[in-house]
């Protein structure tokens, strides 16, 4: 059993950052994937950023140049650098562990942006 939980939301001033983390636990040998998703208030789930086992990044285009994903295979811990926030980026930000051809999420973390 994997276990996922995030840390580091809260709240921030437009053009502000903040640094979010993921942590799994549990009897994992090597993780495969991880990613941010986020979801705003009446909005659908969105992909955020992916981060493979190698360490290739890919982001959706409108974080792309603010946010920073990366990993600490050894912590089994994944990050996510988010710098130069705008409102828009105010959601419920969620981890994904992809581990032997499952999927592990945590509970969320959420992010205030104000204006």
């Known amino acids: 059993q994997v276990q996922v939980v995030e840390s580091g939301g809260g709240l921030a001033r437009a053009g502000g950052s903040l640094r979010l983390s993921c942590a799994a636990s549990?009897?994992?040998?090597?993780?495969?994937?991880m990613a941010w998703y986020r979801q705003a208030p009446g909005k659908q789930r969105e992909l955020v950023a992916t981060?493979?086992?190698?360490?290739?990044?890919d982001y959706v285009d409108s974080v792309k140049g603010r946010f920073t994903i990366s990993r600490d295979n050894a912590k089994k811990t994944v990050y996510l650098q988010m710098n130069s926030l705008n409102a828009e980026d105010t959601a419920v930000y969620y981890c994904?562990?992809?581990?032997?051809?499952?999927?592990?999420w945590g509970k969320g973390t959420l992010v205030t942006v104000s204006s």
């Open positions: 549990g009897t994992i040998f090597s993780i495969d994937a």
């Open positions: 994904k562990v992809s581990y032997r051809l499952r999927n592990y």
């Open positions: 981060i493979t086992g190698g360490g290739n990044a």
